[in-house]
């Protein structure tokens, strides 16, 4: 069993105008709801790859049966702690007139070290069975500094997939050792304060994190591909060509594959090849599709790693 954590999870709102008017009134042409957040999307790739997963987290309890029922209807096995507040709505307009998609998070229900002592009670608990735990997405608000690595220390003796950035991340990093982090590259410059504008430099980056004490760490580049590194090991894969719709959550996807790809072949860098073709698969779809399983299976048998 693997378990995914996600600890502010939203209602993703897509709506639909002729052409975006601010200041204006704006007159929806379509509307839908799906479930979002990272820890969730990861599960349901990983769902959809033919893993057993499941998905924990904190809801606000407004809103706690729609997105349950959204998680029941996907058959994805899910246990999150419930709290006063709402679940966040992250509104994504899309505007028919080439003006792109503007965005409007909120920031999700407030919580407090009485919740998260629950919360990381709940984590122990319910991850018992499970060998792989993935640490997704945006925290809460009222989360001290270093809650992931925190976390990740009530998870030791579990191989952590950690994907955040920032100060998060570095935390991590020196306090927890998780077995693999995944940036993609404008995080990762963004967590060292430095531009990384060659392999090399790329590869050291990610060194760095080696160094103290993270197994694996694949430094993911979009339409450019990614690196993997570990201490006696870098591969680079340039990103499979596809036919674009939408690169919302090519990285969540990627971390479904490379999950896959682990339970399969037991080597973080074998299962690198697993994770380039969920995260090309993941853009042959609309955002809120994820990934189809077909799509990534063809995928797989294209991918080109090259030893560096
Ligand atoms: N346009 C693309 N064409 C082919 N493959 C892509 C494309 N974009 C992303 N990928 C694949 O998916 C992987 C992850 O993508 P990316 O680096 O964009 O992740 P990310 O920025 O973490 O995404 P998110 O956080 O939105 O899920 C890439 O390393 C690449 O292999
Ligand atoms: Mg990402």
Known sequence: MITTICMNPCFDKTVEVPSLEVGQVNRIRDARVDMGGKGINVAVVADRLGLEVQCLGIMGRDGAAELSDLMDKENLKHDFLEIPGHVRTNTKIVSKSGQGVTELNEPGPRVNKEILD??????????????????????????????????????????????????????????????????????????????????????????????????????SMGEMGAMYVSADKTLFAPALRVEIKSTVGAGDAMIGGMLLGYAKEKDMARAFRYGIAAGAASVMTEGTQLIVRSDFEKLLEMVKIQEV
């Open 118 to 219: 629950s919360f990381f009670a709940l984590a122990k608990e319910k991850t018992a069975e499970s060998d792989m735990v993935v640490l997704t997405g945006s925290l809460p608000p009222g989360c001290p500094e270093g809650t992931y690595r925190d976390l990740l220390k009530i998870l030791e003796g579990k191989k952590c997939i950690l994907d955040t950035e920032g100060k998060e991340l570095e935390l991590a990093a020196k306090g927890a050792k998780p077995f693999l982090i995944k940036p993609n590259l404008r995080e990762m410059e963004a967590t060292l304060g430095i531009e990384l504008r060659t392999m090399r430099t790329i590869r050291d980056a990610a060194l760095l994190f080696v160094r103290l004490g993270v197994e694996h760490a694949v430094v």
